[in-house]
């Protein structure tokens, strides 16, 4: 059983900033993979980025050149520092626990971009 609580977002102008945050606790085994996913209404949740214990990154094709991923295995805490925001980055983001077929969630947290 993982815990997962994201913060960090909130509304923001078209081309402004946002950095998410989501600490894990509970029963955390190191060699986890991290990630943010999003998901719009009416639409997919759908894998934004994710990070493996050793830093090796995926990115979506849509955010690519604008967020950042990042984690600090001590503080099981992993990041995803967004930049140049468009209005289609708008949704709710998952942060995301997975070691293998276990996979938990966060609650999610809201980012509105307006322009």
């Known amino acids: 059983q993982v815990q997962l609580v994201e913060s960090g977002g909130g509304l923001v102008q078209a081309g402004g900033s946002l950095r998410l945050s989501c600490v894990a606790s509970?029963?955390?085994?190191?060699?986890?993979?991290l990630g943010w996913y999003r998901q719009a209404p009416g639409k997919e949740r759908e894998l934004v980025a994710d990070?493996?214990?050793?830093?090796?990154?995926r990115y979506a094709d849509s955010v690519k050149g604008r967020f950042t991923i990042s984690r600090d295995n001590a503080k099981n805490m992993v990041y995803l520092q967004m930049n140049s925001l468009k209005p289609e980055d708008t949704a709710v983001y998952y942060c995301?626990?997975?070691?293998?077929?276990?996979?938990?969630w966060g609650q999610g947290t809201q980012v509105t971009v307006s322009s």
């Open positions: 995301n626990y997975r070691w293998y077929t276990l996979n938990y």
């Open positions: 990070i493996t214990k050793g830093g090796n990154t």
């Open positions: 509970g029963s955390i085994v190191s060699d986890n993979r």
